[in-house]
């Protein structure tokens, strides 16, 4: 990122842009990665290949459904992107102040604004869960959201806020874990690549996949709890809902389909991550400098 602090407006305004401009490429990706995900539900045991279940997927819904929960996809950067990586640089900036800077410490700033990123933007995930994949459920379990307004207001209405925070376990530790896999593979990366002599934007874009490949390892199961736990509706006998909370989903999950379920949808997955990563870094670090030299 820049090497000069920025006030905490710009980090905020920048990295919520970044985000955006990320998320318009990658969002049918992951739109992809929560059907896969989630299509086990419907298929258990089912073995998915992604550029069949892409191909098959386009052929039945068309490209453009793949877009389905855009609007929820852009709240989320708008509060998750922006908290996230504005948080981490002036947690970074002010730690700076005191004592020198090093891994563990960024590894530290990076969870913690992860973390508190994830809560501010529960409410937006669901509604992003749910928009994505509800164009993949049979007719009569569908949902039909108008649009993420209409998403959020019936979510609330129908089923309480307390819904909006459904899954808000797995999800907050999904971020934390990304905050501390991703920032040190990237720093430590950037480092191994830049010696073998890759520099300048190649250096990011590997350093990011690299990332991007390892935090997406340590967290898809934690993406598959949030996805199943957003999307669960209750057992229309007892009333209960399946999944309790993040330990509870992967270990029933991993029991009544194997653990390699819980990686269903991992290509577009780590897609989504890596490719994610790379533009928005790109964005934000492009936007910083520009506002740094006219100031």
Not at 20 to 44: D, K, Y
Not at 107 to 125: F, N, Q
Not at 239 to 262: F, H
Request: aromatic share 12%; hydrophobic share 40%.
């Amino acid at each position: 990122m820049s090497s000069k602090p920025v006030p905490g407006w710009v980090s905020f305004a920048t990295s919520g842009v970044g985000g955006i401009f990320g998320w318009l490429f990658v969002h049918p990706v992951n739109t992809l990665s929560i059907r896969m995900n989630l299509a086990s539900l419907q298929n258990p045991g089912m073995q998915l290949g992604f550029v069949k279940f892409a191909t098959q997927t386009t052929q039945e819904s068309g490209f453009m459904s793949l877009y389905n929960g855009l609007g929820a996809g852009i709240w989320r950067q708008i509060f998750y992107a922006s908290s996230r990586y504005g948080l981490f640089q002036i947690f970074r900036d002010t730690m700076a102040q005191y004592r020198e800077v090093d891994l563990a410490s960024r590894i530290l700033c990076a969870s913690g604004a992860g973390g508190l990123a994830a809560l501010v933007s529960c409410p937006c995930e669901v509604s992003l869960v749910r928009m994505s994949n509800d164009g993949s459920l049979p007719a009569a379990d569908r949902r039909n959201y108008k649009g993420v307004l209409d998403c959020g207001a019936r979510i609330a209405r129908e089923e309480g806020v307390a819904a909006f925070w459904r899954g808000s376990t797995p999800f907050v530790t999904r971020a934390c874990l990304v905050g501390a896999t991703q920032v040190a593979t990237y720093d430590q990366s950037r480092q191994v690549y830049a010696d073998y002599g890759i520099k300048g934007n190649l250096n990011v874009v590997a350093s990011s996949f690299t990332a991007g490949l390892v935090y997406s390892t340590v967290t898809m199961p934690f993406e598959s709890a949030k996805n199943r736990m957003a999307s669960q509706k209750p057992d229309p006998v007892t009333g209960k809902l399946p999944y309790t909370g993040t330990i509870q989903t992967i270990t029933s999950v991993a029991r009544a389909e194997g653990s390699l379920a819980l990686y269903n949808g991992f290509f577009p997955y780590f897609l989504r991550c890596g490719g994610h990563t790379v533009l928005m870094f790109f964005a934000v670090e492009k936007m910083q400098k520009m506002y740094q030299a006219s100031h």
